[in-house]
Nanobody, 125 residues
Framework: QVQLVESGGGLVQAGGSLRLSCAASGRTLNNFVVGWFRQAPGKEREFVAGLNWSGGNTYYGDSVRGRFTISRENAKNTVALQMSSLKFEDTAVYYC??????????????????WGQGTQVTVSS
């Protein structure tokens, strides 16, 4: 089982930037996909960005493509999410999730079996 801890959330003005980090422990991430998901009040949890740890492939949700960048730091077993040009509608609790890589393309919610506690991102308009 992988343990995940997010950090870096906070309050930012629209148009600003924020960087989230997800530190993994408990096992290596080889053959895992690590993703960022978010959940706004009253809405379902949705995919934001994902990274195939072994191959380095990255995936993005349509609403964040071109504004967010997911990356990894192998030595620290950490995945980061750099968020730029933030919009009010990006406001949500952001969760880091990990699971075995079982499909081509972006991970689905059902592929994730380890979750972090979540970190709040609030974008003021």
């Amino acid at each position: 089982q992988v343990q995940l801890v997010e950090s870096g959330g906070g309050l930012v003005q629209a148009g600003g930037s924020l960087r989230l980090s997800c530190a993994a422990s408990g096992r290596t991430l080889n053959n895992f996909v690590v993703g960022w998901f978010r959940q706004a009040p009253g809405k379902e949890r949705e995919f934001v960005a994902g990274l195939n740890w072994s191959g380095g492939n990255t995936y993005y949700g349509d609403s964040v493509r071109g504004r967010f960048t997911i990356s990894r730091e192998n030595a620290k077993n950490t995945v980061a999410l750099q968020m730029s040009s933030l919009k009010f509608e990006d406001t949500a609790v952001y969760y880091c999730g990990a699971g075995l890589k079982i499909r081509v393309g972006a991970p689905l919610l059902t592929d994730i079996n380890s979750w972090g506690q979540g970190t709040q991102v609030t974008v003021s308009s």
